[in-house]
């Protein structure tokens, strides 16, 4: 059974791939922490990737809210107060970042352990 085939299964691999280039965007914002003129970075949230995805949601009911386009998922400026060498890491700020991406790798792996589970259960395996 290929499992790339499964939306279910893309979409984790999505999600991990988005977390991953998280953690190391925020891995460079707490290392430049004393960076004059270093500005902290961020990507936009994993949501707006899902509004951009190739297959868009099909309004099936006029009743169903239709979809709604998000914005770049690309590493964006995180605007907040700078530091007088014109630094804008707040490493409270980074830390709290750091945690929450890794809370949802977590879940993210979780998930998909359990699923594969229900599926191997499916199958008889």
Do not use: C
């Amino acid at each position: 059974m290929d499992l790339t085939r499964i939306a279910l299964f893309d979409l984790a691999d999505k999600r991990l791939a988005w977390v991953d280039k998280r953690q190391e965007l925020l891995a460079q914002n707490v290392a430049n922490a004393n960076t004059p003129g270093w500005r902290s970075r961020d990507l936009t949230p994993f949501a707006a990737q899902l509004t951009q995805a190739e297959a868009a949601p099909v309004q099936t009911n006029p009743m169903h809210l239709p979809g709604a386009a998000g914005s770049s998922p690309n590493a964006r400026p995180v605007p907040g107060q700078r530091a007088p060498d014109g630094n804008a890491v707040s490493l409270d700020v980074e830390l709290t970042r750091i945690a929450d991406t890794e809370t949802t790798q977590a879940l993210v792996g979780d998930l998909y352990k359990k699923y594969l589970g229900f599926f191997r259960t499916a199958l008889g395996r």
